[in-house]
């Protein structure tokens, strides 16, 4: 079994945007832990958040669950996440639960 959270890296752009590069799999395997990475990460952030899906491929229930927890933190803390490159699969899911609605999406 692969460790997909390797692949899983942060970066702070020089606007101070926290960006969460996800891994090509976010599934039941990878989520728990990238989520307690992604929102330690968060907890010394105060500007804008970027998860970065250009990489990723599929995303089960548990990914879609990381991009919820994002998303609430941020929310709850006052500041916007984006979703970028999502394509696929991936991006077919956040549509059918319409966090397209309540998220910014970036194309791929």
Do not use: W
Request: glycine share 6%; aromatic share 4%.
């Amino acid at each position: 079994m692969t460790d997909h959270t390797q692949e899983y890296q942060t970066e702070t752009l020089p606007d101070g945007t926290l960006v969460l590069i996800m891994p090509t799999t976010l599934d039941a395997v990878s989520a728990p832990n990238i989520k307690r990475d992604a929102l330690e990460a968060l907890a010394g952030n105060d500007h804008s958040v970027r998860a970065d899906l250009q990489n990723t491929t599929f995303m089960d229930s548990s990914g879609l669950g990381l991009m919820v927890a994002l998303y609430r933190t941020a929310k709850e803390r006052g500041f916007t996440l984006t979703l970028a490159g999502a394509k696929g699969q991936p991006l077919s899911l956040i549509r059918t639960i319409q966090m397209d609605r309540v998220v910014d999406i970036e194309s791929a």
